[in-house]
Each structure stands twice: as structure tokens, then as C-alpha cells.
């Protein structure tokens, strides 16, 4: 299948600072991209659709200001956590959907945040 | 946005079928249902979907009922690797978001 990449893998950050994570489709272009978070023992959320050219669109509850999506290119979109705090701290992942009407979404590996 | 049931656990033996329910009852008629597995600390893999017809692929069968309401992912030979939570999504139309339910946590006993 599509193979969709995350940088990093892991971070670790202070409280306070921003942290800016990337999600590549390696092999494939999407204008859309999603982001999620995923908190331990519980589902994936959908945080935002990432457009490429367009703003992104944010999910209810989701702070637009707190969670920046800049969609740079079609095979790039990065996710940026502004003064991240502990509450922060989760696993965040990317998907592209691919495929004739878009009909199939492949994710990325994820990326933990750990915020001291 | 049609909402998903799974039961929260099911253990399966090594080798046998593992068959993972799922009530979409809300469903629309041009709704797709996925299947997506996640294993423990890594992105969700794609495995199979559908829109009315039963499909099968080299990793699983996906049977949906006739009236749509409710489908079963089968994992034809069960094997330890295949120990994760499995994910039913009903696709939205327009926009292509999923929209996560809270899966079932397949064991694959030895």
C-alpha cells in the first residue's frame, strides 16, 4: 500500500515550547491530509483536515491557535503544537487518503509527544 | 456521521478464523464500511473495506449483511502477529474524514 512518514518519531519538549511535526506521503500526492491524537487506551480523535492551498479545517474542541496545520506541499503537511504543555502530551498521527476517489487512507507511525 | 459498535474484547485460538463483528445501523446507502487494525503503538493499517458486497483480500474477508446494518471482518487463519485492536469506521461521503469508534481488542491465544 501508500506509505505515509512522520518526523520525528518521538520528542520530548519543555513546558512552554513549540513543537512542529511533519507527515509525508512518500509515494503518492494528497491535497488532504488528517491529523489525530490518540491519548493511551483510547481511540484515535480527529483533530483537523490539512488542505493543501486552503486552511485547514478543525474538528469541534479543537484550538485552532494551539494546534497550527501549514499543508506546504502535496506530499507535506506538518502539525505544530504552540506552547506545548503536559496536557499535550500524546501520540499524534497523520493519514493521507489515496486511491481513484480518495477512497482509502493510509496513516503514519505516529509521533509521541512527551511534554515535562 | 453513522456510528460504529464492536465489542470491546474477543480472544481467538492460533490458527483458527477469527470473525470481529460490527453494527452500523445508522448507516447510508452510499457509506462505505473499513476495517483498520492498530497494533500497540503504531498508526492504524488499512485492511479492508466495503460498500454492499462481501470483498476479500489477501489478509481478510468482509462480510456486510444485506440490509447494511451490521458487518464481520474474518481473519481466516488467526495468527499471534494478528493481536491488536480492530478498528469498524464508516466513511463519511464527503470529505473522506474517519471518525474512530472504540474497536475491539483482538488476543490471539497460542
Known amino acids: 500500500g501508500a506509505v505515509v512518514s512522520q518526523h520525528p518519531s518521538w520528542v520530548i519538549c519543555k513546558s512552554g515550547t513549540s513543537v512542529k511535526i511533519e507527515c509525508r506521503s512518500l509515494?503518492?500526492?494528497?491535497?488532504?491530509m488528517f491529523w489525530y491524537r490518540q491519548f493511551p487506551k483510547q481511540s484515535l480523535m480527529l483533530m483537523a483536515t490539512?488542505?493543501?492551498?486552503?486552511?485547514?479545517?478543525?474538528e469541534q474542541g479543537v484550538e485552532k491557535d494551539k494546534f497550527l496545520i501549514n499543508h506546504a506541499s502535496l506530499t507535506l503537511s506538518t502539525l505544530t503544537v504552540t506552547s506545548a504543555h503536559p496536557e499535550d502530551s500524546s501520540f499524534y498521527i497523520c493519514?493521507?487518503?489515496?486511491?481513484?476517489?480518495?477512497?482509502?487512507?493510509?496513516f503514519g507511525p505516529g509521533t509521541r509527544l512527551l511534554v515535562l | 456521521d453513522a456510528k460504529t459498535t464492536q465489542p470491546p474484547s474477543m480472544d481467538c485460538a492460533e490458527g483458527r478464523a477469527a470473525n470481529l463483528p460490527c453494527n452500523h445501523s445508522?448507516?447510508?446507502?452510499?457509506?462505505?464500511v473499513y476495517w483498520y487494525r492498530q497494533i500497540h503503538s503504531q498508526g492504524p493499517q488499512y485492511i479492508i473495506h466495503?460498500?454492499?458486497n462481501n470483498e476479500t483480500n489477501e489478509m481478510a474477508s468482509l462480510i456486510i449483511t444485506e440490509d447494511r446494518k451490521s458487518s464481520t471482518l474474518i481473519l481466516p487463519h488467526a495468527t499471534l502477529r494478528d493481536t491488536a485492536v480492530y478498528y469498524c469506521?464508516?466513511?463519511?461521503?464527503?470529505?473522506?474524514?474517519?471518525?474512530f469508534g472504540t474497536g475491539t481488542s483482538l488476543t490471539v491465544i497460542p
Open positions: 490539512s488542505n493543501e492551498g486552503s486552511k485547514a479545517t478543525y
Open positions: 493519514s493521507a487518503p489515496t486511491g481513484a476517489s480518495h477512497e482509502t487512507q493510509y
Open positions: 466495503g460498500l454492499k
Open positions: 509515494d503518492f500526492q494528497a491535497t488532504t
Open positions: 469506521i464508516v466513511r463519511r461521503t464527503s470529505g473522506n474524514q474517519f471518525y
Open positions: 445508522t448507516i447510508s446507502g452510499n457509506e462505505y
